[in-house]
């Protein structure tokens, strides 16, 4: 079956470090991939989102290449802010599973100024 | 505003209390998700419609009762519930059920039961 692994939390960082977040991926179809963030006392939003291999997906300043020959899809920031404080879920969706959406455990971040 | 609105946002239930959520989506989806987050537990799914037929149900115990009158709208109804049923109830949207775009959620529901 599929399965998401993402770095395991928490993470902490200052204002505007570098941030990666790993998430690596098993599925035995060509799934899309995506990066959620829940933001506290709030619902999953997307983030970001690849949908075949070697595309990039990008939005407010973070970042992930899809590497269909690592099954990588890690989350990268240049400069990390307060704001960006969150949970953060890395997930697929396979079409040949039924568009079936497969998240991983999220990484708890915490930035501090 | 993701154009998926939960209600209530918090709600605290006795174990023999029979509660209701709702979930309304404005986005002309067809697909609906009732997805349990519990602290330190990953992201489970509950149900599944796609065109308010259910095609998936995750061996959720019967005191979970779903329901959707039409594609917009969903609900969990509740009844003798146990603590460890506390958690966020989130629900989610997508356009078909198959498709492999992203889901759009509800800010959730906060459900305790004491």
């Known amino acids: 079956g599929n399965s998401v692994t993402q770095m395991e939390g928490p993470v902490t960082l200052s204002e505007e470090a570098f941030l990666t977040i790993n998430c690596t991926y098993t599925?035995?179809?060509?799934?899309?991939l995506f990066w959620y963030v829940q933001y506290p006392g709030e619902g999953l939003q997307l983030l970001l989102k690849?949908?075949?291999?070697?595309d990039k997906g990008s939005n407010k300043g973070f970042e992930a290449t899809y590497r269909k020959e690592t099954t990588s899809f890690h989350l990268e920031k240049g400069s990390v802010q307060v704001s960006d404080s969150a949970v953060y879920f890395c997930?697929?969706?396979?079409?040949?599973?039924?568009?079936?959406?497969?998240f991983g455990d999220g990484t708890t971040l915490t930035v501090k100024p | 505003e993701t154009g998926v609105t939960q209600t209530p946002r918090h709600l605290v239930m006795g174990m023999t209390n029979k509660k209701s959520l709702k979930c309304e989506q404005h986005?002309?989806?067809?697909?609906m998700y009732w997805y349990k987050q519990s602290a330190k537990k990953p992201l489970e799914l509950m149900f599944v419609?796609?065109?308010?037929?259910?095609?998936e149900n995750n061996s959720v115990p019967s005191r979970f009762s779903p329901e959707c009158p039409n594609s917009s709208h969903l609900f969990l109804h509740l009844h003798t519930l146990q603590p460890e049923d506390s958690a966020l109830y989130l629900c989610?949207?997508?356009?078909?059920?198959?498709?492999?775009?992203?889901?759009?959620f509800g800010e959730g529901s906060r459900l305790t039961v004491l």
């Open positions: 989610a949207s997508s356009p078909e059920r198959g498709d492999t775009g992203e889901l759009f």
């Open positions: 599925a035995t179809g060509y799934p899309s």
């Open positions: 690849a949908t075949k291999a070697d």
């Open positions: 997930a697929l969706s396979d079409r040949t599973n039924a568009g079936k959406s497969t």
């Open positions: 986005l002309g989806h067809n697909a």
């Open positions: 419609y796609n065109f308010k037929e259910q095609t």
